[in-house]
């Protein structure tokens, strides 16, 4: 009872089965062992918005990112955030989707989209779970990157942003 299962995004991308079928059976499978959160990866933009919105409603978890917004300002994702108590511990989980994927992502999709900036968009999100959600925990589930090539990457995000109990990448 007191687990959480997370995805650092890109189900769309990686398996034959995942690619095929649009990570339909990814979702199927998310579904029946209880996928608590999934982040935005850049691969899941590599089919067209209404590809996305299939697998969002498919799915019986939330589709996290707080920094990808169409233009009007509106999520892409269903949430920035949830919030889940163990036992009157409250733990915060925020998304993250690279910014990178304003240039590795499908052209045709990612031009409608804005992708804010990860440090600015982590440091408000620490302020308005451990402010105003009055969590004990936080925790990053980002698609950021760890390698060094990845800027600013999850070690990055560590460093920049106090507040952050967990990066998840």
Known sequence: ENVLFLDAGD?????PES???KAEPD???YNLIGLDALTLGNHEFDNELPVLEGQ???ADFPFL???VKRKDGSLVADHAYIVKDFQGVKV??????TKET??????????????????????AMVDVLRNKEKVQVVIALVHLGLDEVYKPGSRGLAAAVEGIDLIID
Do not use: H, Q, Y
């Open 11 to 15: 189900v769309n991308t990686g398996r």
């Open 19 to 21: 690619n095929f079928f």
């Open 102 to 123: 304003e240039i590795v992502g499908n052209p045709a999709i990612v031009k409608d989209l804005v992708f804010e900036d990860e440090i600015a968009t982590a440091k």
């Open 56 to 58: 969002k409603a498919l």
């Open 92 to 97: 915060g989980i925020f998304g993250l989707t």
């Open 65 to 67: 990112s707080a920094n």
């Open 27 to 29: 979702i199927i499978g």
